[in-house]
């Protein structure tokens, strides 16, 4: 049976001086061989505890498993957001002070890509993957070693997280929709990796840096792929010095766990995790599914075109033919003169993917996200 060992890792203080903290677990596997090194977070969003249960059942699985490589896994990784209540809801997506989202907090400085290439154009690929991963670290400690002006209370947490993640070769940040089915945003590079999760919806993100942790542990790498390809030398991205994937993986919904379920999420990670030669267990293999991607800029959000209360129509994850009915809209102020109800729909096939949380909204809430242009991967 694989021990883990469990630390805590300060993220910050209280007024009262009480030091807020986060539980690390991991487990060191025998043989550390050339399979890669793995890191996972759960909760960094409030209100989206499925991935808390999720690591639960990770890691009575992975104490059976024949590791190849180390996992970290940190449930519960924002202490702050996660006691973010109101009344019997969790807030916890933004930051009550600055209103800033919790996920857009991590860091990563594109003006190091350039000379470190300069730097390092001749390096082996071994040379580069073990400086390259110094200099990321050396940026976040520099970050978190305090300067005179000092950093905000989510950078703090953001930075702390980012440090384990960027010791990793792949990094699953477990977040949850709204009201909202399983989906996965995956890098393009790493779209072939999309199979081995059982999720049958994928997003495919491009290289923009916008502040979020799957962005935040990949795009470096991906961007300095691409710029010794400009300098003449070719890496792939996924593989060797480059291994790095990152994905947040999408659930389902906010403010609630369900253990059975998370089996079968721990199941699907172990499938993935077993693909990549994380873990030597044959048994864990992805389940047959038809599995939908869209790019980024096909994911599109549905705004109400009116306030009113939404009675919610379309299944999550079944196309959805144009024409047909998303949702109807009440309307309290027509009743009895036949403007009461409102069919709103679009002039497309789509995907449903998730939902607004509350029945009641104003016009531009936004309504539903769903897949457009989508294909099978
Ligand atoms: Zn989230």
Redesign the pocket.
């Known amino acids: 049976m694989n021990k883990f060992t469990k630390e805590v890792m300060f993220v910050g203080e209280m007024a009262s001086g009480a030091k807020l903290t986060v539980p690390v677990y991991a487990f060191t596997a025998d043989n550390n061989v050339a399979a890669p090194t793995v890191y996972i977070q759960a909760n960094?969003?409030g209100a989206?505890v499925q991935g808390n249960a999720v690591i639960f059942q990770l890691l009575e699985l992975l104490q059976q498993c024949n590791l190849q490589a180390n996992i970290t896994l940190v449930p519960y990784a924002n202490p702050v957001g996660c006691n973010h209540k109101n009344g019997e809801y969790t807030l916890g997506?933004f930051d009550p002070i600055t209103g800033e989202n919790w996920?857009r907090m991590y860091h990563f400085d594109q003006a190091i890509i350039a000379p470190f290439v300069e730097q390092n154009l001749d390096a082996s690929a071994e040379e580069i993957q073990t400086k390259f991963q110094q200099l990321l670290l050396a940026q976040i400690d520099k970050k978190l070693a305090h300067n005179i002006w000092g950093i905000t209370t989510g950078q703090r947490i953001a930075y702390q997280l980012q440090r384990l993640a960027h010791q990793a070769d792949i990094v699953l940040d477990l977040?949850?929709g709204p009201i909202s089915s399983k989906h996965l945003y995956c890098p393009e590079y790493a779209q072939a990796s999309a199979q081995y999760f059982d999720i049958e919806h994928t997003i495919l993100i491009d290289n923009d840096f916008g502040g979020a942790m799957d962005e935040a542990t990949f795009c470096p790498w991906w961007s300095l792929q691409q710029a010794y390809q400009a300098s003449g030398r070719n890496f792939t991205m996924g593989e060797g010095a480059f291994k790095k994937e990152s994905f947040t993986v999408e659930l389902g919904s906010q403010e609630q766990i369900d253990l059975d379920v998370a089996k079968q999420d721990a199941l699907s990670i172990l499938s993935y995790l077993q693909a990549k030669g994380v873990i030597d267990n044959k048994q864990y293999q992805p389940q047959k599914m038809t599995r939908y991607a869209c790019y980024l800029k096909d994911y599109k959000a549905l705004y109400s075109p009116m306030g009113g209360m939404i009675d919610y129509l379309a299944d999550f994850g079944k196309p959805l033919a144009a024409g047909e009915p998303l949702a109807r809209i009440l309307r309290m102020d027509n009743y009895g003169d036949g403007e009461a109800l409102h069919y709103i729909s679009l002039d497309q096939q789509v995907i449903p993917i998730l939902h607004f949380a509350s029945a009641s909204v104003n016009q531009g809430t936004e309504l539903y996200k769903v897949f457009c242009n989508y294909f099978e991967i």
């Open positions: 960094m969003h989206e997506r996920n977040h949850t």
